[in-house]
């Protein structure tokens, strides 16, 4: 073989190689579905190291059975404890995807907002960017597109979003007129299911169980009504707005707070599960899930949150896509409440920065 044709080959192989090793990477299309679910004011320190002994307590948890709760969420190690009450999150989604927001990992999210409380939280994550006007938690229509608006005023995802909220503030912070986004919140009756008996089965869930928050549902209820309109509707996005932790955590009941963390983990996992049996979701979606804001540190303040308590600027994210490689706990990377926006247009294929220049970047390395 003269020396030109062996280098040609030569150039050849490495070419075809080349080729070959960076298929799986170019095969890697954006997500063509989006669920987004939001779990308010769920402190990163539960999630990342489980039960926290020191509000098990009688009095600083309001724990009304102490031997119970030990038995179901105290375990040696922290990786144990935080499997106990998030499995789905631990053993699929921080194993197959990624998780944000472990200070001792190097990993600190914080928001970029003030406040430290709801609607700037959720204005935040959903524009892209913290916003000085936002400042309380009335019911004012926000001045800002967040990520869905912009997505809605896409054909491809026009009548295909739609938002489940158990707090009837949500409306106003998607700006649910404005946008024509389809929005569920707090106790007003579903409209869409799988069937008229579901769908009448819902309404009456709804109507029997005690307004025991006024403005705010039971997650018991917005996600059933989520999935059924999932099921039904098979929206491109779907954005689910769970909330019973931060009411529990408000109402210093550390038993119910962590049960609450099990079932929205339970809920994560159904949700993922019944996309997958679905030919339009399955290998097809993403899961973006994140919270609004954190809670304080110790045994006094963990109830609460805003301006004044020290910690509930800190926050977590996680993410599950066929896009997302698989690197698990991140470290060494700080990140910001206001990335999620970015990102959850980013794992659509989505570039953001193109429509909201305001926007902070998506969370690095979750897309390759
Ligand atoms: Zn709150």
């Known amino acids: 073989m003269p020396l030109t044709s062996r280098v040609a080959r030569h150039v050849c192989v490495a070419l075809v190689t080349a080729l070959a090793c960076s298929a799986p990477l170019a095969a890697q299309a954006p997500a063509e579905n989006l669920i987004l679910v939001t779990l308010d004011g769920l402190r990163w320190q539960d999630v990342f190291r489980g039960m ?6 009688k009095d600083h948890g309001g724990v009304k059975d102490l031997f119970a709760l030990d038995r179901e969420f105290r ?9 106990a009450l998030m499995p789905f999150l631990w053993n699929v989604v921080a194993v197959e995807g990624q998780i944000f927001g472990d200070p001792e990992k190097g990993a600190r999210a914080t928001i970029a907002n003030q406040h430290k409380f709801s609607y700037p939280g959720y204005s935040e994550l959903l524009c892209g960017f913290a916003d000085p006007r936002i400042d309380s938690n009335d019911k004012v229509v926000n001045p800002n597109r967040t990520v869905l608006e912009h997505l809605h005023a896409r054909p491809e995802f026009r009548g295909r979003i739609a938002v489940f909220s158990g ?4 409306p106003y912070m998607v700006a649910a007129e404005r946008s024509a986004l389809f929005v569920q919140s707090a106790w007003d009756l579903p409209t869409v299911a799988t069937s008229p008996e579901r769908l009448a089965w819902l309404r009456a869930s709804y109507e029997q169980l005690p307004r025991y928050w006024p403005s705010f549902c039971f997650d018991a209820l917005t996600f059933p009504a989520a999935k059924e309109y999932l099921l039904a509707r098979q929206p491109r996005v779907l954005y689910l707005a769970l909330g019973e932790t931060d009411e529990w955590g408000h109402g210093r009941r550390y038993d119910l707070y962590l049960q ?4 929205n983990d339970a ?6 599960e019944t ?19 954190g809670r304080g540190r110790n045994e006094k303040d963990w109830t609460d949150h805003g301006a004044k308590v020290e910690g509930a600027e800190e926050v977590w994210m996680a993410v599950l896509s ?8 991140r470290e060494k990377v700080e990140t910001k409440l206001a990335q999620v926006a970015a ?6 294929g989505v570039d953001y920065a193109a429509l909201e220049p305001r926007a902070a970047a998506p969370l690095p390395g979750v897309v390759r």
Not at 267 to 272: N, Q
Not at 282 to 290: D, E, N, S, V, Y
């Open 75 to 83: 375990r040696e190690t922290p990786e144990e404890a935080r499997a």
């Open 52 to 57: 926290d002994p020191r509000m098990a307590h």
């Open 167 to 170: 707090w009837d503030v949500h």
């Open 343 to 348: 990102t959850a247009a980013q794992l659509l």
């Open 322 to 329: 066929p896009n997302v490689p698989a690197l698990g706990v």
């Open 275 to 293: 996309a997958q049996s679905l030919e339009r979701y399955r290998g097809k979606t993403a899961l973006l899930i994140t919270v609004d804001h």
């Open 267 to 272: 809920m994560l996992r159904e949700l993922w």
């Open 260 to 263: 609450m963390m099990r079932r």
